[in-house]
């Protein structure tokens, strides 16, 4: 099984990529992991920035120009910092989609915390 994550990464604890994709990897599934933003850790405290969505539209073009992308089985997606992230994120599922319907789409939506809202209103 084949399964695309598009989510954050933190190098120091574990959310999004940073938890998915080893647990993932222990299962017997391959990931092809890309980031959307890359922080040291999540929380208040961290440093590090947004992916910007012209860069993962280019990681996504890159891993379809392989040819692996009609080998994929689901696509996995989390947090996306840029509202923008999302407009790439939606057509990429779209065109898979079509591609083979049977296509599994898993959306985390990934929003805020403590009932407070931290992304950005038009994500």
């Known amino acids: 099984m084949n399964i695309l994550s598009v989510q954050s990464h933190v190098s120091v604890g574990h959310a999004g990529n940073a938890s998915a994709v080893f ?3 222990r299962m017997g ?16 405290s961290r440093k590090g920035s947004t992916v910007s969505a012209g860069w993962v ?3 996504l073009a890159g891993v ?4 692996v992308m009609a080998q994929c089985n689901a ?3 989390g947090y996306l ?9 939606a057509n990429a599922v779209s065109s898979m989609k079509q591609q083979h319907p049977g296509l599994l ?13 931290y992304v ?3 994500l």
Do not use: H
């Not at 379809?64 to 040819?67: I, N, R, S």
């Not at 789409?105 to 809202?117: I, S």
């Open 81 to 89: 910092g840029e509202p923008d992230t999302a407009k790439v994120l």
């Open 105 to 117: 789409y898993c959306c985390d939506p990934v929003m805020g915390d403590d009932g407070r809202v």
């Open 23 to 25: 647990p993932l990897q």
């Open 64 to 67: 379809d120009a392989l040819g």
């Open 57 to 59: 539209e280019e990681i």
């Open 75 to 77: 696509i996995l997606s």
């Open 29 to 44: 599934i391959n990931v092809w992991p890309v980031y959307t933003v890359l922080f040291s850790n999540s929380g208040a």
């Open 120 to 122: 950005d209103e038009d």
